[in-house]
């Protein structure tokens, strides 16, 4: 995986917790048209279900919700696009810069990966005393306690 890019399952769930589908008479004055791709506003599809869209479906206008101080109206799909984007500010608000969410980290992702495969190689070793034994036990819970604070929530 690329090291900005953003899971599916997190763009997913933004995209349905995070946007709220604005019909076109609810769109403040003036504001007719994607600030982004300048395209203007459809009417929101009455059968949407978030976060899916039929991509033969044209671009609607979603307001951002719950993000702090960040409550732009962007096109559905501008948002989704710029969230898949990959690039170092996909977490954020184009308009803003806002920051929707925790960005990805493949430093971490690499050093739980590295640390996954060190618990395999420990778990296949042959501990022939009692002391080595003992040893390798005890690396092994140090391990695993990193990997524990690693895959705490506050890091995802």
């Not at 495969?117 to 819970?141: G, I, K, N, P, S």
Request: charged share 25%; proline share 8%.
């Amino acid at each position: 995986m690329p090291p900005n890019r953003i899971t599916n399952d997190k763009v997913q769930n933004f995209l349905a917790r995070n946007t709220v589908p604005l019909s076109l008479s609810n769109l403040p004055a003036g504001q007719t048209s994607c600030p982004i791709c300048r395209n203007t506003y459809a009417e929101v599809d009455r059968h949407y279900v978030p976060p899916l869209m039929d991509p033969d479906v044209p671009e609607w206008a979603v307001q951002v919700v719950r993000c702090g101080d960040c409550n732009h109206i962007v096109g559905r799909r501008c948002i989704e696009r710029c969230i898949r984007a990959g690039e170092p500010w996909s977490h954020m608000c184009p308009m803003c810069r806002h920051e929707w969410f925790v960005p990805p980290h493949s430093t971490r992702t690499d050093i739980i990966a590295r640390l996954r495969m060190a618990l395999t190689v420990l778990a296949y070793t042959q501990r022939d005393t009692t002391e080595l034994q003992a040893a390798l036990d005890h690396v092994e819970e140090l391990l695993r306690e990193i990997e524990n604070s690693l895959l705490d929530r506050r890091y995802i």
